[in-house]
């Protein structure tokens, strides 16, 4: 095999398959759960979303990297074509990784990875690794770029679901998005996607992001219009301290928003349930309905864990649902002014039919209402 960048690539799964291809980006070896994306576009914005640390992602589309990387633009402190500041999966899985053809390409695929320590592995059968995460459920794996691959077993000593990958995403301290006099809402930042911080942003809330390990109290000291529990990485059941902080703030009557990670924070801190799903849903055309009107909207998920019809709490009822597999993809409060939803109403990448969803939150937080 004749490689574009000049060396070979690896990828290892926990069930013994081995497969060889060319490696890209950056050499070097990286461990991680491997998941897959069928989205054809807006691959710098999956990358950056810090919903992925902690995976190796398969993108099914078969030429990957055609229009390169943009110039980040950045609004008020908030990327507009990024999610977050760097590249957030521990590598790249594509059929074949191309060079770019845009105006206003700054870099290749390649470059960047390779910029940013990541590696990347091409010309591999990313059909048929899909159709065995499909059939078999996510398994763990690993990448290697430009390095051979030797005893891959003992890259695999930690498991996805036991690691709390909000240690490495969440802000160390506060940061403040100004607004436009509308008020204040705190988002607890796990990872959050800068889609949303703009969606939040641009109806003229300051917007604040704390740790995710803010305590009530430090949340409440900002006296917020509302509060938003955002999306991030990692299993849910690990963040038993968010958790608490979500009961807290519960006892306050505040309008609260749940987003991906945040709506099922949001079934755990109130006694409802989440699962593991077998391989989740990855992709910017997800159906959902609403269960409030019966129509259907076009959306955008990344998840690994779900909520399914009998884990919803007992104050808590249905929103949105997916019709594919009947997961529970929003929920409302009957009495408090609470919601979520589990796929990404901002939509990067992805349609934007639901960030009417943020204009809702707006009128829970102008009402008290759910």
């Known amino acids: 095999m004749i490689c574009k960048r000049g060396y070979k690539g690896y990828i290892y799964l926990e069930d013994g398959t081995l497969i060889e291809g060319c490696g890209f980006g950056a050499k070097g070896i990286r461990a991680g759960e491997v998941v897959f994306t069928t989205s ?24 990957v990297g055609n229009y390169g990387i943009p110039k980040p633009i ?150 917020p219009q509302g509060v938003v529990f955002g999306n991030g990485p990692g299993n849910p059941k690990l963040l038993q301290g968010l958790i608490k902080t979500y009961k807290d703030i519960v006892e306050y009557k505040i309008p609260i928003m749940g987003i991906c990670l945040g709506h099922q924070i949001t079934s755990l801190a109130l006694g409802g349930n989440v699962r593991k799903m077998k391989y989740g849903h990855r992709a910017i055309n997800k159906p959902i309905i609403d269960v409030t009107d019966n129509k259907c909207y076009i959306t955008t998920h990344n998840h690994g864990y779900g909520v399914f019809k009998e884990d919803v709490p007992k104050d808590m009822k249905v929103w949105f649902y997916n019709p594919d597999d009947g ?29 009417w969803v943020f204009d809702k939150f707006k009128k829970v937080i102008e009402s008290g209402r759910p």
């Open 40 to 63: 054809m576009n807006g691959y710098p914005e999956s990358l950056t979303d810090p919903s992925y640390r902690g995976q190796i992602l398969i993108i099914t589309h078969p030429l």
């Open 74 to 223: 950045v609004e008020n402190g908030i990327l507009r074509n990024f999610e977050s500041e760097r590249i957030q999966v521990e590598g790249l899985v594509v059929a074949e990784e191309t060079d770019p053809y845009k105006w206003n390409s700054q870099m290749s695929l390649h470059d960047w990875l390779k910029s940013e320590g990541v590696p990347g592995v091409s010309d591999v059968d990313t059909r048929m690794l899909v159709k065995k995460v499909r059939n078999k459920g996510v398994m763990m794996g690993v990448i290697s770029s430009g390095i051979e691959l030797d005893e891959p077993k003992k890259y695999l000593e930690k498991k996805y679901d036991e690691i709390d990958f909000t240690q490495f995403t969440s802000p160390k301290s506060p940061i403040i998005h100004q607004g436009s006099g509308k008020g204040i809402i705190v988002v607890v930042d796990c990872g959050i996607k800068h889609g949303i911080l703009y969606q939040l942003n641009s109806r003229g809330y300051t917007v604040v992001r704390v740790p995710c390990n803010f305590t009530a109290n430090q949340i409440m000291d900002y006296s």
């Open 327 to 355: 997961v529970v993809e929003g929920m409302i409060h009957n009495k408090l002014p609470i919601i979520t939803t589990q796929f990404h109403p901002e939509a990067r990448p992805g349609p934007w039919d639901v960030t």
